[in-house]
């Protein structure tokens, strides 16, 4: 199993243009998260899904957006991108385990983006 | 509003030596986990902690959940270079248990 996926690894973009960061997951989890982590900031959830076409906000989402047709991928996109939106960006798909614990996270290589 | 800090934020010690590092809530949590992340990659779950007083041993990890749930440490015995990397704590909203929330970490840095 490849696990969760992410592409591209880096990307630059231009103040106001778009992009799609992809993520694909082979794990066959309802579950399926983006996070954005910042330097000393831990990890901000951006949105996630507990299945497919069910998607919702997460404590950051503004200027981004998802679509979860497939349980495999969640694609989230940047529309005109603002240097705001620099950041390391992370997929992660999840499952419960049973027995009181909490859901256990598989998180993809991260993308890095930067905005200027 | 739930929140996780975490002690130190940054630690660097050579190798051989013991550490701890802590998470600390004003909230009580179900479970706290703990991840590690290596530079340039995503987190992988080391543990999760779910019973008041639990203790749980990964070789020379060492975790530790509080009585009254609020709290969780890991302490490292003997460090080694390959324990470098930034170890998070992470817990789930009593809200909504399919999310969780992150603390910002402690950056280790283990000299040879």
């Known amino acids: 199993n490849a696990g969760v996926t992410q592409t591209p690894k880096f990307r630059i973009l231009k103040i106001g243009q778009s992009m799609t960061l992809q993520c694909t997951q082979d794990?066959?989890?309802?579950?399926m998260y983006w996070y954005r982590q910042d330097p000393g900031m831990g990890l901000k959830l951006i949105y996630y899904s507990v299945g497919a076409g069910i998607t919702d906000k997460g404590e950051v989402p503004n200027g981004y957006n998802v679509s979860r047709s497939t349980t495999e991928d969640f694609p989230l996109r940047l529309e005109l991108a603002a240097p705001s939106q620099t950041s390391v960006y992370f997929c992660?798909?999840?499952?419960?385990?049973?027995?009181?614990?909490?859901?256990?996270?598989?998180f993809g290589p991260g993308t890095r983006l930067t905005v200027t | 509003t739930q929140l996780l800090e975490q002690s130190p934020q940054f630690l660097s010690i050579q190798e051989g030596e013991n550490l701890t590092v802590y998470c600390n809530s004003s909230?009580?949590?179900?479970?706290l986990q703990w991840y590690r992340q290596e530079p340039g990659e995503g987190p992988v779950l080391l543990v999760t902690?779910?019973?008041?007083?639990e203790v749980k041993k990964l070789k020379r990890l060492t975790f530790q959940f509080g009585d009254a749930r609020k709290d969780s440490s890991l302490h490292i015995t003997a460090a080694q270079p390959g324990d470098t990397g930034l170890y998070l704590c992470a817990g789930p909203l009593k809200t909504s248990y399919d999310k969780v929330i992150f603390g910002p970490g402690t950056s280790l840095s283990v000299i040879p």
């Open positions: 902690v779910v019973t008041g007083g």
């Open positions: 794990m066959n989890h309802n579950y």
């Open positions: 909230s009580v949590f179900s479970s």
């Open positions: 992660a798909s999840s499952y419960y385990p049973g027995g009181g614990s909490s859901y256990e996270q598989y």
